[in-house]
């Protein structure tokens, strides 16, 4: 059974993705709508319900769920920990996240090196964003957590 994101990693998406009905360009230049929904299937015209917008959120983010639970070959990592990792996936995307250092990290067992490389990730076409950086904080201090 796959892990599912804590409800505080899942708000922390939300709150910085936002809500679009309608489509619109994200700093990186995608087409984006509903908490951050990006792929082939959104363009300039695309409109969804708000319907729509929940049950496509909620499945990709099965999705991310189940990539990150699979990158993570095994290495353990308490839930909030997990949560910042689907917050980030979803932000960075899966195949940069596959490639990277912090995912080698958490593999290793150096859970705070990883946790040390999340502010690396606050560049989008070689800019760096405010909001990335504020995203990346919170997801540490969501990593930080403890029950």
Not at 22 to 37: D, E, F
Not at 64 to 77: D, H, K, P, Q
Request: hydrophobic share 40%; with cysteine; net charge positive.
């Amino acid at each position: 059974m796959t892990r599912r994101i804590h409800p505080a990693g899942e708000n922390l998406i939300k709150d910085f993705e936002g809500f679009a009905l309608k489509s619109y360009k994200c700093p990186a230049g995608r087409w984006t709508i509903s908490w951050g929904l990006t792929g082939p299937d959104i363009g300039p015209n695309t409109v969804w319900t708000a319907e729509k917008c929940d049950a496509e959120f909620q499945m990709r983010l099965r999705l991310y769920e189940r990539e990150v639970e699979a990158m993570l070959m095994g290495a353990r990592v308490n839930d909030f920990v997990f949560a910042a990792l689907v917050s980030w996936c979803w932000n960075v995307g899966l195949d940069a996240a596959r490639k990277s250092t912090l995912i080698r990290k958490l593999r290793a067992g150096d859970e705070m090196g990883a946790w040390s490389e999340l502010p690396r990730w606050c560049h989008s076409n070689g800019q760096l964003l405010p909001g990335l950086v504020r995203r990346r904080r919170s997801e540490q201090e969501l990593w930080k957590r403890r029950v």
